[in-house]
């Protein structure tokens, strides 16, 4: 039976009192690493004798013993007493002096260690790091390989410093920097190595005598306001993402599928943990967005499914711009794609978007009088003309209401080409000559990327479409790594 806890400069001392005669000579104390979502099975670190002194047993649990094991920023030991290849429970007394403190020495000088009474009344050893940690400088996942960049603690500079993910370790470089070490991991490794939907944390390790292996939590600090970022990644199919506490980013877009998709967990898995979507319009022309209102009976919109209407009552109403001031979005990521592949329908008083696979289908298209096509493909010179006025109109106004919003200009482009379900590389059986419409495209990017202060985005790996796409099959609807580049890009540009 337990009687007493000590706190000593190398260890603990426990007194033990043996009324039921469970010791003898051939017992011993033993400490038990608990496992963890990391280590499955508990492991043996220390065997400790006991020594018989008077009428009692006292037990030196000596921490300079310890060797070869890898710790993690939080762990606990168990103690067991081992009597004829049997751990049976250390029984407490119910006076037991314990100090309700941690030890004042550090275990290998990172530690602060303290005793404890486990729900099922055992005795056990808390060990934590506290606030000790290695500084993450930068984290960047790109489509082969994931980069982490740490800041080196001088305390540590002549111990052996790698990177850890769970419980694998790789190894650091210098960076330009001296203070700065740098490892890179393989993506599809990573992939191999782990379940789907597995959640890596992130370490820093460093090696101590008796190949102790210490495994150190990375943050960043933001300085202004000293929270903490914890730093993570996750895997799910042929995705691989950087996890973050850190406040999200309040992002709006105006394009198509191209821009949106990057957006949805069905492509980029952890996209919020990065970005807040708080507005997003769809298929749309610049020309419809800076027209005028269109009047029109909601109960004319009819034939579509209730994402479809929404779409159109977002062109017909033309509140995206308000909308965008009200919301003070941080980015604004743009695509053409509504001008490049639909143009608009011309009205008496205003323009909308001629989208064919949404408002065509309609009441209120079938009873329109004196509408007329106007697209890049048949009035080139006065549709770009029309079209250079309202983004023009457009940029000035988010220039001059929403000042601290980056604007960025995503610089999508169509594919003729897609893997089939073999990995084939088939053609896209379509008319669209989407050489021309790219072209368009260019014209589009290069007036705004001339005239105004915008950050682009351009994916420019041969990205084709996939037969197994959440929406199938389009010019615009690419292979996964498409996205995680994006998304990659997107991170580097706003933080």
């Known amino acids: ?52 002194i008077d009428n009692q047993y006292i037990v030196h649990i000596n921490f300079s013993d310890l060797k070869n094991i890898t710790l993690y920023p939080i762990e606990i030991f168990d103690l067991y007493l081992a009597k004829d290849a049997e751990l049976l429970p250390l029984e407490i007394s119910r006076n037991l002096e314990m100090p309700a403190k941690y ?107 008796k190949n102790i292996k210490v495994l150190i939590n990375l943050l960043t600090e933001n300085e202004s306001n000293h929270q903490t970022k914890h730093f993570s990644l996750l895997l799910n199919k042929n995705v691989i993402s950087i996890n973050s506490n850190e406040k999200k980013l309040k992002v709006a877009a105006f394009g198509s599928c191209v821009t949106r998709d990057n957006f949805n967990s069905k492509f980029n898995l952890n996209y919020k943990n990065h970005f807040e979507l708080i507005r997003y319009q769809n298929q749309s022309s610049i020309i419809s967005l800076m027209g005028n209102p269109i009047p029109y009976n909601r109960e004319k919109i009819d034939n579509l499914n209730q994402y479809e209407q929404n779409d159109v009552f977002d062109d017909l109403e033309k509140n995206f711009l308000n909308d965008l001031i009200n919301k003070q979005p941080e980015a604004l990521i743009l695509d053409f794609f509504g001008d490049v592949y639909f143009g608009c329908l011309k009205t008496n008083s205003s323009y909308f978007t001629n989208n064919r696979w949404k408002i065509t289908k309609t009441s209120f298209y079938r009873e329109l ?127």
């Not at 983004?391 to 610089?411: A, G, V, Y």
């Not at 996964?480 to 998304?487: A, D, G, I, Q, V």
């Open 1 to 52: 039976m337990l009687k007493k806890i000590e706190y000593l400069n190398d260890g603990i001392r426990l007194c033990i009192e043996d009324l039921n005669e469970k010791i003898n000579e051939a017992s011993s104390l033993v400490v038990k690493q608990r496992s963890n979502k990391h280590v499955k099975v508990s492991n043996e670190i220390l065997q400790c004798l006991i020594k018989k």
């Open 103 to 209: 030890m004042s020495t550090k275990l290998l000088n990172i530690y602060y260690v303290k005793t404890y009474i486990t729900n099922d009344n055992r005795i056990a050893l808390y060990l934590t790091q506290d606030k000790l940690h290695f500084n993450l400088v930068k984290a960047d996942c790109f489509e082969d390989f994931v980069q982490l960049s740490i800041s080196d603690q001088k305390q540590y500079n002549q111990i052996k410093t790698e990177l850890a993910i769970n419980t694998h370790s790789y190894s650091a470089r210098s960076g330009n920097n001296n203070e700065i070490l740098c490892s890179t991991f393989n993506v599809f490794d990573l992939l191999n190595s782990y379940p789907e939907s597995t959640e890596l944390e992130l370490y820093a390790q460093i090696t101590l005598n």
């Open 369 to 495: 009088n004196e509408v007329t096509t106007f697209n890049l493909n048949t009035n080139l010179s006065e549709y770009f003309t029309l079209w250079k006025q309202s983004i023009d109109k457009f940029l000035q106004i988010i220039n001059r209401e929403i000042p601290n919003c980056k604007i960025i200009l995503h610089k999508a482009r169509f594919t003729g080409m897609y893997y089939d379900q073999e990995q084939n590389i088939k053609k896209i059986n379509s008319d669209t000559d989407i050489e021309l419409l790219n072209a368009f495209w260019d014209q589009l990017d290069e007036y705004v990327i001339s005239n105004y202060e915008v950050s682009t985005i351009n994916v420019k790996q041969n990205y084709i479409s996939i037969a197994d796409h959440a929406w199938g099959i389009f010019h615009l609807h690419f292979e996964p790594n498409y996205y995680k580049n994006f998304l990659a890009q997107l991170i580097k540009l706003t933080k």
